[in-house]
């Protein structure tokens, strides 16, 4: 049996929105993609990505010949998304709803995955690293926000994984690559 996500109701979810674009308007929310790296061409992955609020930079840093797959376990933030595309022409942005961890993405095609802001909500966090393990190349990067946790706690989860070896800290993420 595959252990579920816990999904926000929609009424969170929309004052979640609400916040969010408020806050956007003082301090434009891709600027953080800026410093993870990604080049033109690459496959980037926003597991969790709520709204969207970073998609429109995501795809502009991995250019037309990359991709970045949108995918989150709530219905209102693939509609979200879906807007955004729409919006901006985002033409290679492409939303998808996860189901349990898997993300429907294929086997070692991502370049980079980022999680933002939400690893303190995962209940079953081997089951959450393999995923990104399975979706992520072999010398791909995968970016996670310690989320509403102490660091010490984010930390422990990634190398009790044994999946995982932390190559970077900053104040805000771990950075980390496959083992």
Same mark, same amino acid.
């Given at each position: 049996? &595959?252990?579920?996500?816990? &999904?926000?109701?929609?009424?969170?979810?929309?004052?979640?929105?609400?916040?969010?674009?408020?806050?956007?308007?003082?301090?434009?929310?891709? !600027?953080?993609?800026?410093?993870?790296?990604? &080049? &033109?061409?690459?496959?980037?992955?926003?597991?969790?990505?709520?709204?969207?609020?970073?998609?429109?930079?995501?795809?502009?840093?991995?250019?037309?010949?990359?991709?970045?797959?949108?995918?989150?376990?709530?219905?209102?933030?693939?509609?979200?998304?879906?807007? !955004?595309?729409?919006?901006?022409?985002?033409?290679?942005?492409?939303?998808?709803?996860?189901?349990? #961890?898997?993300?429907?993405?294929?086997?070692?095609?991502?370049?980079?995955?980022?999680?933002?802001?939400?690893?303190?909500?995962?209940?079953?966090?081997?089951?959450?690293?393999?995923?990104?393990?399975?979706?992520?190349?072999?010398?791909?990067?995968?970016?996670?926000?310690?989320?509403?946790?102490?660091? =010490?706690?984010?930390?422990? !989860?990634?190398?009790?994984?044994?999946?995982?070896?932390?190559? !970077? =800290?900053?104040?805000? #993420?771990? =950075?980390?690559?496959?083992?």
């Amino acid at each position: 049996m &595959k252990q579920r996500t816990e &999904k926000m109701p929609d009424i969170a979810f929309r004052i979640m929105e609400a916040i969010f674009n408020i806050m956007d308007v003082f301090s434009p929310p891709g !600027k953080r993609l800026d410093n993870f790296g990604i &080049k &033109k061409g690459f496959v980037v992955v926003d597991y969790g990505c709520g709204p969207g609020r970073h998609i429109k930079r995501a795809s502009e840093l991995a250019g037309e010949n990359g991709k970045v797959y949108a995918v989150d376990i709530h219905e209102l933030a693939v509609r979200s998304v879906e807007k !955004k595309i729409e919006k901006y022409g985002l033409k290679n942005v492409s939303p998808g709803i996860i189901e349990g #961890y898997n993300s429907g993405i294929s086997n070692k095609s991502a370049d980079l995955i980022y999680a933002l802001d939400m690893f303190h909500m995962i209940r079953n966090t081997g089951e959450f690293l393999r995923e990104f393990h399975r979706v992520l190349k072999g010398d791909g990067r995968l970016i996670l926000e310690d989320g509403h946790q102490p660091r =010490e706690a984010a930390r422990k !989860k990634v190398n009790n994984s044994g999946l995982w070896k932390i190559v !970077k =800290e900053n104040k805000e #993420y771990l =950075e980390c690559i496959p083992v």
